[in-house]
C-alpha cells in the first residue's frame, strides 16, 4: 500500500497534479442526502461536527436500500474516511454491514467500494476506513448491501463522518519506513 500512496503524493510534490488542499476536508456545508429520513435525523447531521447528533433512514421497514450521500463539491484524492459511531445501543448494529464507495458519479451503485465492508463495530468506535488504493472522487456514499448479513437490519444511522486526502506528510513518513 506504501507504494501506492507514495506515487500520488511525489506527483503531487513535482507539481504534476494540481492538488490544493491537504489532510482533512472541510465537509461541514457540503450537500448531503439519504433514501429517506427518520423524523429529525437528516441526512446534514452526519457532517454537522457533533457526536451528539446522528443522520438515520426510516425505521419503518419501507427502506430496504438504505444509503447516504456526500457531494464534496469537487474531486479529490481520497484518502482516509473517518466514521464515528454513537455510544449507546443499536447505533453499532445501525451501522454494521455498511459499504463505503467514493467515486465521480452521482448514482452511488456506479462508485466502486472504497473501504472494506464494515462488519461487527462497536457502540463508540471510531472506524479508519481507508481507500486502497487512492479513489479519485466527488461522491462518498455509505449503504446497506441486503445480501450481506447484518445485525442492524435495514435502518442506517451515521454519527459523524470525516474526509481526508492523502497529504504530503504521510508521504514522507511512508516512504521513510
Ligand atoms: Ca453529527
Redesign the pocket.
Known amino acids: 500500500m506504501a507504494n501506492v500512496l507514495c506515487r500520488y503524493c511525489r506527483q503531487k510534490q513535482l507539481g504534476f497534479e494540481d492538488f490544493v488542499h491537504c489532510g482533512a476536508l472541510d465537509i461541514k456545508d457540503k450537500s448531503t442526502s439519504q433514501s429517506t429520513t427518520h423524523h429529525e435525523y437528516p441526512a446534514e447531521?452526519?457532517?454537522?461536527?457533533?457526536?451528539?447528533?446522528?443522520?438515520q433512514t426510516d425505521n419503518d421497514g419501507t427502506d430496504s436500500n438504505p444509503w447516504w450521500q456526500l457531494d464534496l463539491g469537487g474531486e479529490f484524492w481520497l484518502g482516509r474516511i473517518t466514521v464515528?459511531i454513537c455510544r449507546i445501543s443499536p447505533c453499532a448494529a445501525y451501522f454494521n454491514g455498511v459499504t463505503v464507495r467514493a467515486g465521480l458519479s452521482e448514482n452511488y451503485t456506479e462508485n466502486t467500494e472504497c473501504t472494506s465492508l464494515v462488519t461487527s463495530p462497536s457502540n463508540g468506535d471510531v472506524l479508519e476506513l481507508v481507500c486502497d488504493p487512492p479513489a479519485l472522487a466527488q461522491y462518498i456514499s455509505m449503504d446497506k448491501d441486503q445480501a450481506t448479513p447484518s445485525g442492524g437490519g435495514t435502518i442506517l444511522r451515521i454519527?459523524?463522518v470525516s474526509v481526508f486526502e492523502y497529504a504530503s506528510e504521510e508521504c514522507a513518513s511512508q516512504s521513510g519506513s
Open positions: 447531521n452526519a457532517v454537522d461536527g457533533s457526536v451528539e447528533t446522528f443522520s464515528t454519527t459523524e
